[in-house]
């Protein structure tokens, strides 16, 4: 037992100067024996560098349907009694909603009414005031013909006593002065005539406008498609919860009930952060594909970017662009309000120097690859010039044909 315990102290202290002897031989920091689990060739190719960012598909054309804003009423809500099945094809002139028209039929009943009054009114006075203006007119004609009978016998005043002279004075005087009162009296008197034919015909004016309101709002209690599309029939809120519209909800002016969408022509409505906002123009190509459907890809081109940022309704410290993206082509599960990403192309060149984005390791002042030299793998320092998610397009230090070892940062 003794003899085996001191075996085992001399195969153990062996073993240690070995290890250390191995541990003190030096190895250069430049190369290294250990072979990578991969490796990667240098080649020269096409580079696509691409911004991926998320959005909502939306049509190029669409008409909302919202519950008519009465004018000269503050009906609070309107009943739906009609309304078109979501998901339904329409024509130009279809139905898409029908409210109560009940109360508003009435108004313009009773608004009729009122105005057909005020016109009988109007005529009624304009025939007094004829009878009257004619009573009138003989009266003053009479009063005229006394004044003229009244010179005359003025004139025989020299021929006559002075008793008699003085009494056609007298009735000379008394004459004029009822033709006088009577003028006076007239004119006040056609004066307020036409004072109080001016206040029907503005109470008329006032009524035949409120006949057309109530006549406008009786037609608005039905909405028609402007042209051809799908229709949308939108959410509002049931008491506590957003739930689809039906037939005998009460909505407010101004809701949304369907929306009238052109299929044939979507685009799509992004968000493009403030980091890849400067990488992003007008004009550039992208790919856009749904997240219901992955098999469904299509082209396009961003056609308009906002030139103001957006806060995020998280933190205001990030700020997003928002962007327009048409879609090319049509399909049939191409539909509003589905969730997108879109790719978009920001820079693409031919026959690039191109290393794995895996196979280089980027640091603050440098960037360096591995590269395989005889039997190992050696540092080398390059010079790059564009980064994707999956290359690099490298600009100097290694060469076409090149092996290079993948995910080398810890290989040293």
């Not at 856009?288 to 410290?317: H, I, K, N």
Request: aromatic content about 4%.
């Amino acid at each position: 037992m003794r003899r085996s315990g001191l075996v085992r102290v001399a195969v153990g202290v062996g073993l240690l100067a070995w290890l250390g002897g191995c541990t003190s031989s030096p190895v250069p920091a430049s190369a290294s024996r250990i072979e990578p689990a991969s490796t990667a060739t240098v080649r020269r190719g096409p580079f696509v560098r691409r911004v991926r960012v998320a959005g909502t598909t939306e049509a190029v054309r669409s008409a909302a349907a919202t519950a008519p804003r009465l004018a000269g009423q503050n009906s609070p809500t309107l009943v739906i009694t009609r309304l078109i099945k979501g998901g339904s094809r329409v024509q130009p002139g279809d139905v898409l909603v029908e409210f109560d028209p009940q109360d508003q039929a009435r108004a313009a009943f009773d608004r009729r009414a009122e105005y057909l009054d005020l016109e009988q009114q109007i005529k009624r006075q304009q025939a007094d005031q004829a009878a009257g203006r004619a009573g009138e007119d003989t009266q003053l004609k009479q009063a005229g013909n006394d004044v003229a009978r009244a010179r005359l016998d003025v004139l025989k005043n020299r021929f006559l006593p002075a008793i008699d002279t003085e009494k056609n004075d007298l009735a000379l005087e008394q004459a004029q002065a009822r033709l006088a009162a009577l003028t006076r009296t007239y004119a006040l008197r056609r004066r307020a005539a036409e004072a109080e034919r001016t206040g029907l015909e503005i109470r008329r004016e006032r009524s035949r406008n409120a006949l057309e309101h109530a006549e406008a709002n009786a037609g608005r209690m039905t909405l028609r498609a402007p042209f051809q599309g799908l229709a949308v029939v939108q959410p509002a809120f049931k008491g506590s919860q957003m739930a689809e519209l039906q037939e005998g909800d009460e909505v407010r002016a101004g809701t949304p009930v369907v929306n009238v969408v052109d299929p044939s022509a979507m685009q799509v409505r992004v968000r493009i952060s403030q980091a890849d906002a400067g990488d992003v123009s007008v004009g550039q190509p992208v790919r856009v594909s749904l997240d219901a459907y992955p098999g469904l890809v299509f082209d396009g081109r961003v056609e308009q970017m906002a030139p103001l940022a957006v806060a995020s309704s998280v933190t205001p410290a990030v700020r997003s662009f928002v962007a327009v993206v048409s879609i090319v082509g049509s399909h049939a599960n191409l539909m509003p309000d589905l969730t997108a990403a879109v790719d978009i192309t920001v820079e693409q060149r031919e026959q690039c120097l191109l290393v794995p984005r895996d196979a280089i390791v980027i640091e603050p002042d440098r960037a360096w690859v591995r590269v395989r030299r005889g039997g190992g793998f050696e540092r080398q320092a390059v010079s790059i010039e564009s980064i994707s998610a999956q290359s690099v397009v490298v600009k100097s230090g290694i060469a076409e044909g090149d092996v290079v070892a993948r995910r080398p940062a810890g290989g040293s």
